[in-house]
């Protein structure tokens, strides 16, 4: 199924550790490029999520974002470090002396001491595990949106390639009225000069000029390409850089093919060809 490489997704999950929310975005990328932005209480789970992200994506700037919200502190959950107080009131002792100034701490002022307040340890393991079912949950979400627009894209491609079918149709038409044409040009310029040609010359340079516009192989290179779309389109795999290639193959003969084009018509055939194919090409940027 074909993928978009630009997308959207949100999920979030509340449980006793409080709360937690997965962003998940992306834009085109040659290649996968995961940014990763973590709390610090799940740091830990860093290498699992990003190998679940990579499992599930081939292409694109991935940005996942987690946010934590733990749940509201409580009296019992707060511990004072006893060494850290004893020590820092031994310390402030030792100072009062040296300066000859006597001093004294309140308990408010302690407590502000960095260290003294800590938050007592906490089994993150339920955390960590709900981290990993919420990016599985945000990452399946995000898939699906993609394959929502790339969906939407490919619909779009074989539009396009419809309508190069349309003006490939009129190049082959337009050849067969072109080759009589130059008949009819060189007798009427001949009655002009009033000379006649050489028995067989004429047929002679009416072959040269046909060979010389001959478009068929352009022509046929294009049929294959635009079988060769459909077939990739149909693909169950990432297919953006072989589209990526086929577009410089279509490029490629649409110019022969205006190079040797010899009438309006087919020079504006051309041209509408290369639009076309650009058009493609910007559609392509997006698939995965």
């Known amino acids: 199924m074909v993928q978009s490489m630009t997308a959207f997704a949100r999920s979030e999950l509340h449980g006793e550790w409080g709360t937690l929310s997965c962003e998940l975005r992306s834009v085109n990328h040659r290649y996968l490029d995961i940014s990763l932005r973590l709390p610090e209480e799940l740091r830990a789970a860093e290498s699992a999520m990003r190998e679940r992200l990579q499992a599930g994506l081939s292409r694109g700037k991935v940005e996942c974002a987690l946010r934590y919200q733990a749940p509201a502190a409580t009296s019992a959950g707060v511990e004072v470090d006893h060494a850290t107080v004893r020590a820092l009131l031994a310390a402030s002792a030792e100072v009062e002396t040296l300066m000859g100034a006597a001093s004294q701490y309140t308990a408010l002022e302690v407590l502000r001491w960095p260290g003294v307040v800590r938050e007592p ?17 945000a990452l399946d979400a995000f898939i699906a949106t993609r394959q929502a627009e790339g969906t939407r894209l490919a619909e779009l491609i074989r539009q396009r390639a419809a309508a190069i079918t349309v003006q490939l ?16 040009k060189y007798r009427a310029r001949l009655a002009d000069l009033g000379v006649e040609a050489e028995p067989g010359r004429l047929e002679q ?7 010389r516009l001959d478009v068929d192989e352009e022509l046929d290179r294009l049929d294959s390409h635009l079988t060769e779309l459909h077939a990739v389109l149909d693909r169950d795999e990432p297919i953006g850089r072989r589209l990526d290639f ?31 194919i650009e058009q493609m090409r910007e559609q392509i940027q997006n698939i995965e």
């Open 246 to 276: 086929l577009m410089q193959e279509f490029n490629r003969e649409a110019n022969t093919l205006g190079s040797k084009s010899a009438d309006i018509e087919t020079t504006q055939a051309a041209v509408e060809l290369k639009v076309l």
């Open 121 to 137: 340890k906490r089994d993150l393991a339920p955390l960590h595990t709900a981290a990993q079912t919420l990016v599985s949950d």
């Open 205 to 211: 340079e009416l072959a040269i000029a046909a060979q």
């Open 169 to 184: 149709a009129r190049v082959r038409s337009r050849r067969k009225a072109l080759v009589g044409g130059l008949l009819d």
